[in-house]
């Protein structure tokens, strides 16, 4: 029986990957890497300058493709720093230069599916994070920290930290600065300090490292995918790191010499980390972004969707109860949200991704009361562009932050300027959700939840009949739903109408 194959060819800003996966049972077939690709000196991401490198591995891939009658193809590329307009410039060129349309991730993207990777494939991962386990991934332009307890997820935090942007800053510094391995030093902490506070030190804490190649190429045994490091011997590596000769640990460390110029920053970053969590023991994975993106969007896993979605719902609960979110009406728009965008399937016609999205909302919309409760859905979205949420698109981040925007006082139409300049792609999503999350806001303006159940029934295609069970009068709800309904009416040509039935 012919093996079904899919073939995954990823983009990183260093270098150009394909694998070869069958389908059934996840298996490598075969993995190719391509050479190194100059990173930039300001930004990471240097596609343009890489095109023909990046082009001529891809064509070259197309044929190890076609040999292994491998289908479909998936291109992905990681997003780094590259900014908006040059990532559609450089996506038209790849496209034109090699027929592949290629699907950016971001950096919250990438980490959610190597984290789903670990807590599912990894058999350590369990025993490791029975306790207080934390991840640090490091970048090429960031790090990411993320903390897990009882085999859970619990939070994450992007650092501006990655290893090439220290490398760079170490190779400015040794032309002015006599000492300059100590100001990165200084540099690193005041990254990491704002961090201690919420970190967690006790003895049952672990740390693993990912993307550390200089520490896999010292303490990670062959064909083994985790291993511990000797605390003492971490300390005693980092300290002939720092001294002016390093010839006894660099000759045990095959890498080129661009990979050479990470060593420093992989142990910098991760002493530093070390110090602030102070975890009984460290441990070094080679576990990757492709094996993550393999796992996960390659072959389209349903319970890597389910990991990542319960990831995403955690990030926005602690963004939620670090502004100060009444928890109580939170749940209530989040449940009668969630039932007016299930019943309402027929009139809206959205998708189960764009359910998550409207629940993540219902969560967060009111977080800008933190700041000021006048125009506090302002706030909100402004929060959430700041904020982007761990396992979630740029794109869907947006959608997010606009509808926390629209839950409450604003429309989103022509006459609104902010929405007027949104892309087209998102407007009506964000007026969808945004106008069914307004009404279910509205059911509880009294922050009292007097409503304990409540029946959607279309009337023909002009009218929705909202029959909501409360335990106390409906005054200021009613009056609330006046005022907020008229988006509904716009976005659906529906006039939603409230009636009350009581419980008591």
Do not use: C
Request: hydrophobic share 40%.
């Amino acid at each position: 029986m012919k093996r079904s194959l899919t073939a995954i060819i990823y983009l990183e800003p260093d270098q150009v990957n394909l694998r070869i996966i069958e389908v059934s049972t996840l298996k490598v077939v075969n993995n190719v890497q391509s050479g190194l690709l100059n990173i930039g000196k300001t930004k990471v991401a240097n596609y343009s300058e890489n095109m023909s490198a990046i082009v001529n591995n891809i064509e070259g891939f197309k044929q190890i493709i076609k040999d292994y009658q491998a289908t479909p193809v998936k291109f992905y590329g990681d997003l780094e720093d590259l900014d908006p307009v040059a990532t559609r410039y450089v996506a038209d060129q790849l496209e034109v230069r090699t027929g592949m349309k290629i699907e950016w991730l971001n950096n919250n993207q990438l980490m959610a599916q190597s984290m789903s990777y670990l807590l599912t494939l990894l058999p350590e991962f369990t025993k490791l994070s029975k306790h207080n386990m934390y991840l640090l991934s490091i970048g090429l332009s960031s790090t990411t920290l993320a903390y897990f307890h009882h085999g859970s997820f619990e939070r994450a935090w992007d650092i501006d930290l990655g290893n090439a942007k220290i490398s760079h800053l170490v190779n400015r510094l040794r032309k002015t600065a006599t000492n300059p391995t100590e100001i990165i030093q200084d540099y690193i902490s005041s990254k990491l300090e704002y961090l201690t506070p919420e970190l967690t030190k006790k003895k049952h804490t672990v740390m693993m490292i990912q993307n550390a190649l200089s520490l896999n190429k010292l303490f990670l045994p062959h064909n083994r995918q985790i291993a511990e490091v000797p605390l003492d011997k971490f300390h005693e590596d980092y300290q002939k790191i720092l001294s002016p000769v390093k010839d006894g640990l660099i000759k045990n460390i095959q890498i080129d010499d661009q990979q050479f110029e990470l060593l420093l920053p992989n142990y910098l970053v991760t002493a530093r980390t070390v110090r602030l969590i102070q975890p009984a023991g460290i441990y070094v994975t080679d576990i990757s972004t492709m094996d993550g993106i393999s796992h996960g969007i390659g072959v389209n896993n349903d319970q890597t969707r389910r990991q990542i979605n319960e990831m995403i719902r955690t990030a926005a609960d602690n963004i939620s109860e670090r502004y100060g979110v009444d928890s109580a009406h939170r749940d209530f728009v989040t449940n009668f949200s969630l039932q007016f965008f299930d019943q309402l399937r027929p009139i809206h016609r959205l998708g189960q991704h764009e359910r998550l999205l409207l629940e993540i909302a219902s969560r967060i919309d009111d977080i800008g009361n933190f700041i000021n409760q006048r125009g506090h859905y302002r706030h909100s979205a402004y929060i959430m562009e700041t904020t982007p949420l761990i396992g979630l698109s740029d794109k869907d981040n947006r959608i997010i932050a606009e509808v926390a925007r629209y839950h409450s006082a604003e429309s989103p139409d022509i006459s609104q300027a902010h929405y007027r300049h949104l892309d087209d792609e998102i407007q009506m999503p964000v007026a969808k959700l945004a106008a069914i999350l307004r009404l279910v806001d509205a059911l509880d303006d009294s922050r009292l939840q007097k409503i304990s159940s409540i029946k959607l029934k279309l009337v023909g295609d002009s009218k929705l009949i909202i029959k909501a069970t409360a335990s106390d009068d409906l005054v200021l709800e009613k009056w609330s739903f006046s005022q907020k309904s008229q988006l509904f009416r716009d976005v659906y040509g529906i006039q939603p109408v409230l009636t009350e039935r009581s419980d008591r």
